[in-house]
């Protein structure tokens, strides 16, 4: 897998996530239970590879953001 696709994948699931919480805070809403309830498993799976993707975009956001990379250049 290149660099793209795995940015293309964890970039998504962590989007998931994060509209998963907000549909949790503002309405009690949980997609991801409502969508898996039925196979607990697969909803812990899916909450695992939602925050390792978050973590790696965190991780590598600088390398990739062009405002991120031109701000940290100005501090130096």
């Given at each position: 897998?290149?660099?793209k696709t795995?940015?293309?994948v964890t970039f998504s699931l962590a989007m998931?996530?994060?509209l998963n919480w907000?549909?949790?805070g503002l309405l009690r809403f949980n997609l991801v239970e409502m969508l898996?309830?039925?196979w607990p498993g697969l909803v812990t799976i899916v909450?695992?590879?939602?925050?390792?993707s978050a973590v790696y975009e965190f991780a590598t956001h600088?390398?990739?953001c062009k405002?991120?990379?031109a701000v940290m250049a100005a501090k130096k």
């Amino acid at each position: 897998m290149d660099n793209k696709t795995i940015h293309l994948v964890t970039f998504s699931l962590a989007m998931v996530g994060a509209l998963n919480w907000g549909l949790v805070g503002l309405l009690r809403f949980n997609l991801v239970e409502m969508l898996l309830g039925s196979w607990p498993g697969l909803v812990t799976i899916v909450y695992v590879l939602v925050g390792a993707s978050a973590v790696y975009e965190f991780a590598t956001h600088q390398g990739r953001c062009k405002d991120c990379a031109a701000v940290m250049a100005a501090k130096k």
